[in-house]
């Protein structure tokens, strides 16, 4: 005896703060061949909850004392989705009711009869996104909590991802629903034709954000002199995008050995919070470009950024920012060839000298990551879309 729960997101398991999240659940009896038309199981219960849980190092982040009076609900106990030792918040609480009796109906359905229902809710705009960094972690979760008569209270987790778009929050839908782009041919709830247009603002505001191009022409020097000069169209990008810089060191006083780019996220904790009073910043490196460069006029380097990264953004607590670390190895004096004859006298072997003095120094160019399409992040993400049990 058993009753199957299906919890399937109809969309995909990325979202953008403000949609409205959408999973289909389905109660199942999948009952042999064997049974009769009169088996049944009963469900006593079935409650959804959107979670939002807050993770904090102890040893990077002070967080102020909790209620003493509140206490840790075991959930395989209680009713109550509160998960043990972390900070959770919930975000909305939604209860099936008057689900009935789940049983085998031989004239309708021949292997088993199911039970559908929908979850709708409108994730919160200003809530922080999913993100899983060195000091703190934002995890959201679709709980599931459902019990058949005599048996133990089981949960089901459906994990999925948010990502946090600065600006909807300020939009103002226009009044006029008649100038609204629309389909004519379908018709659509006013809660599911908003969180559209919402979809379609967004990729509207990143497309006009990250499609701006200028020239940025930035120049490379130490103490010594010139080393060349960078160049590179924009500095705000979307995940999923190629970072594309030039570099041309045929203007330069002195040689270029060699040079490293490394994309990276700057983790950083608000003061308040902070462990320890001026606590250094995390840094995590997405993807890296080294190259040695002596007697290069020119060069370039393309760095793509993660669709499963989590765009920069700010909280009371933490705040994430990109940026593009150069480092490079400069000749201390001036880096010639060596001209070794063979055993002719026409031949001629050019070698690189065995010892060589250098300077090495670093650049930090400060760089804006937003999101992407949510349809498109799902794609790449390691959350799937259904998710089942058996209670």
């Known amino acids: 005896a058993m009753i199957e729960v299906l919890a399937k997101l109809g969309r995909g398991p990325v979202f953008l703060a403000g949609e409205v999240l959408e999973c289909v659940i389905t109660f199942t009896n ?5 049974s009769t038309s009169a088996s049944s199981e009963m469900l006593a219960w079935a409650s959804a909850q959107i979670h939002c849980q807050f993770h904090a190092s102890e040893n990077r982040v002070a967080l102020p004392p909790s209620d003493g009076s509140k206490h840790d ?31 085998k ?66 939009y103002q839908f226009p009044q006029d629903e008649a100038v609204a782009p629309s389909n004519p041919f379908l018709e659509e709830e006013e809660g599911l034709k908003k969180d559209c247009r919402l979809a379609d603002l967004a990729t509207e505001l990143l497309m006009v954000a990250t499609s701006r191009r200028s020239l940025h022409l930035y120049n490379i020097s130490n103490t010594r002199g010139k080393v060349g000069t960078f160049c590179i169209f924009k500095t705000v990008y979307k995940i999923g995008e190629d970072v594309i810089g030039t570099f041309n060191f045929s203007d330069g006083d002195i040689s270029c050995l060699q040079f490293s780019v490394s994309l990276q996220t700057e ?3 608000q003061e308040e919070f902070q462990r320890r009073q001026g606590q250094p910043v995390s840094f995590s490196t997405h993807a890296r470009h080294q190259e040695s460069c002596l007697h290069t006029a020119q060069s370039s380097f393309s760095l793509p950024i993660p669709l499963s990264s989590t ?26 060839t060596c001209l070794v004859r063979g055993s002719q ?11 060589m003095e250098v300077d090495t120094f670093s650049w930090d160019l400060p760089i804006k990551v ?10 790449v993400s390691q959350f799937s879309s259904t998710n089942c049990i058996t209670i």
């Open 73 to 103: 609900v075991q959930a395989e106990n209680e009713t109550v989705f509160v998960p043990n030792r972390v900070c959770c918040l919930c975000l909305s609480y939604y209860t099936l009711c008057g689900l009935g009796e789940l049983q």
């Open 345 to 355: 006298s026409e031949a001629v072997t050019w070698t690189g000298v065995e010892q």
């Open 30 to 34: 999948p009952l042999s061949a064997s």
């Open 370 to 379: 937003l999101p992407t399409n949510p349809v498109l992040a799902s794609y």
């Open 105 to 170: 109906c031989s004239r309708r359905v021949k292997k088993h009869w199911a039970l559908c229902d929908s979850y709708c809710e409108t994730l919160p705009i200003d809530g922080p996104p999913s993100f899983r960094g060195q000091s703190v972690k934002y995890v959201y979760k679709l709980t599931i909590g459902c019990q058949r008569v005599n048996s133990p209270i089981k949960l089901l987790r459906v994990p999925f991802r948010v990502l946090v778009l600065h600006g909807l929050k300020d």
């Open 267 to 269: 983790e950083s904790i």
């Open 311 to 336: 765009p920069g953004f700010t909280t009371n607590i933490v705040s994430l920012k990109w940026r593009l670390h150069f480092e490079f190895v400069t000749s201390g004096k001036s880096a010639g």
